[in-house]
């Protein structure tokens, strides 16, 4: 009688410790999926996204070089734009419609496209800022152009805090629509009322526009934006000089600088 009420005493003892032993390890490895469940649908998004995430590369980024614009150069308008080409620079066409201005310019060396649209994007700046690891706030997509620069596929790091891999799904995801992936380096340049980035292009099998560089520009205060791209007129390389001086001459004028202190 005794040894069977010990049999069956060591018997529950043994299966507790069982029981004991299986919920530390649901609880542990419950634990490490919570923890790693970000991690790993990074891994599989990166899977499905690799063909295009593979053209992104780290971008350089730096301030424009001031340049002084020639006097004899043209003063031309369009929508809110006002900027200045080079005296042979003769209109050639205008496709505007209610929502957008375009039109296009030929020199001898350049031909220029100059277009402006307005484009609300703040739901994805927002999304942005609440997003950011820590609390960074983006006001205009040049800024978060600059941030998603910086960054690559391969930053991914299993040390990430769920936050700091939230970040990275986003602004990796993000990154091949907002800056074009054969984009060798950044050039910024700002204004009063408006910030933009010249984006100075290579040649690229992916690349999808025959264009060697363009301006993109937004305003600070309003969704009014727009830009200039340049294309070679000839088989040679656009001058980036000209390219720096029509940016530097553009003025914008969409009632948003009114009371703004003039620049220096």
């Not at 490895?29 to 970000?38: A, F, H």
């Not at 340049?67 to 308008?77: A, G, Q």
């Not at 969704?223 to 001058?239: H, L, M, N, S």
């Amino acid at each position: 009688m005794d040894c069977s009420h010990k049999a069956g005493q060591k018997s529950k003892k043994s299966r507790l410790r069982i029981i004991l032993t299986l919920v530390v390890m649901i609880t542990v490895v419950g634990g490490l999926l919570g923890y790693y469940w970000p991690h790993l649908l990074w891994k599989y998004s990166k899977k499905q996204l690799d063909p295009l995430l593979k053209r992104c590369e780290r971008v350089s980024h730096s301030p424009m070089p001031k340049i002084d614009v020639p006097n004899d150069w043209v003063e031309h308008s369009l929508g809110d734009m006002w900027f200045r080409l080079p005296p042979d620079a003769s209109f050639f066409k205008n496709t505007s419609t209610a929502e957008s201005y375009d039109a296009e310019f030929h020199s001898e060396n350049i031909r220029f496209l100059v277009t402006q649209s307005s484009l609300d994007i703040q739901e994805v700046l927002h999304a942005a800022s609440r997003t950011h690891p820590e609390h960074k706030t983006f006001s205009t997509l040049s800024q978060l152009r600059l941030e998603s620069c910086g960054v690559v596929a391969d930053d991914f790091r299993w040390s990430m805090s769920h936050r700091e891999v939230r970040w990275h799904i986003f602004i990796v995801s993000l990154r091949p629509l907002i800056v074009l992936p054969n984009t060798e380096r950044i050039e910024s340049f700002s204004e009063r009322n408006w910030e933009g980035l010249l984006f100075v292009l290579k040649a690229s099998e992916y690349a999808s526009v025959p264009y060697y560089m363009n301006f993109e520009w937004e305003c600070t205060s309003c969704p009014t934006r727009g830009a200039i791209y340049f294309y070679p007129a000839k088989e040679e390389e656009v001058d980036i000089d000209v390219v720096r001086a029509v940016i530097q001459s553009l003025k914008v004028n969409c009632g948003c600088c009114e009371g703004l202190p003039d620049a220096n």
